[in-house]
């Protein structure tokens, strides 16, 4: 199974296209993409990706990183910003590929948001000069692409980690049911907690089964609330 | 010693650009740049290196590969075209970094020239997918500065292999030599015995001693003709 590459919320089109074709030359083809700014199709990411155009007219686009990463099991996140979280991070030459696995990089300027990061399994950053951090978005993808190249191995599904789809209805299902009993007691605060509990909920990386089984969990204790 | 980066050729200063951004992220500042078909300076140039536009701005102009390696003693060629050449061809993740290390990246249509391949001692050949070669110049640049910024440790010094400059003036005065007496009878068939010669030479990896050593022998034959 080769991994997606997500550009979430694009800028330039010359980066798209450019990331595409870089892709295909290192055999990756699942393109997908989160809220391109200058909207879709592209003519610029089009004539950028040169031989490899069908791969930027065969991209999925996604209004959200959570509807791109719906049928994926594993995401990565590209960012710099790797002491903020509270993420496993590791070098790109540490990459292993489990399961459906989504590399998701951020907008040109301002990188991945902290509740995209959230979503993501595990934060990959590249280590580049400290003087020169900025590294141009197709410049990371073709960084990516190279060492998924040299991966010899795809190891075969060992974990059964849940999709991110099971794990987001989770989340929906647990903040409903904390919502509906004034569990976020200020508008203000909530959104930090609901990060924070996306954010433990996530490393867990749990299966399909302890999913499931957390899901009863919300479940029972819900219906035995007053 | 950090290693040069030798833009042959280059078509568009877009990609000089880029090139020269990714070296900064990867700490290398050594850019050198053989006969840009858009002249220099170039304006293209700098707006895509962004925050690297200096080292664009100190990046050092030669007419001929030969004078832009004239000072290095060991010379990378970036090509896909490893078959026809009769030198060892690497993976990315195989450079060593041996005293005064160039890495020479071709233009954007065409690639190295035969004759500038000749002048370098292996071949550099980016895996790529068979159905899509073409690594764009930029992209080829970022994945080699980001494998040289992966190797911890710069031997030092151990072949102490002569300069390219010593070694074009060993050819010059061997080829004079030679071309006196008539040994490229026909003007046809010089080209393909000059480039020839050169390989060998190239591949000999002479130390600056053996150059001497080897001027020394041409000179004295030469005496001795008729």
């Known amino acids: 199974m080769k991994p997606s590459i997500i550009l979430s919320h694009p800028q330039m089109g010359e980066n798209i296209g450019a990331a595409a074709r870089v892709m295909a030359n290192f055999g990756l083809v699942d393109l997908r993409i989160v809220a391109p700014r200058d909207g879709w199709p ?48 590791i070098a790109p030459r540490e990459i292993t590929l489990l399961e459906k696995t989504g590399f998701v990089f951020g907008p040109e300027r301002t990188g991945l948001s902290n509740e995209e990061i959230s979503l993501c399994d595990e934060i990959i950053s590249i280590p580049v000069d400290s003087n020169f951090k900025s590294v141009n978005l197709a410049q990371s993808v073709a960084i990516i692409a190279y060492e998924i190249s040299t991966i010899d191995h795809v190891t075969e599904q060992p974990r059964n980690q849940a999709t991110k789809e099971e794990l987001i209805a989770l989340f929906t299902h647990l903040e409903n049911e904390l919502d509906e009993r004034g569990f976020f007691q200020e508008a203000t605060k909530k959104t930090g907690m609901v990060a924070n509990i996306r954010a433990f909920l996530t490393r867990a990386q749990l299966s399909g089964q302890e999913l499931r089984t957390l899901r009863g969990i919300i479940r029972y204790l819900a219906q035995k609330s007053p």
């Open 42 to 89: 592209n003519e610029k990411a089009v004539e950028m990706a040169a031989n490899a155009s069908a791969l930027v007219e065969n991209a999925k686009i996604f209004k959200t990183l959570e509807e791109a990463a719906a049928d994926l099991n594993f995401l990565y996140a590209l960012t710099a910003r790797n002491r903020e979280m509270d993420k496993k991070v």
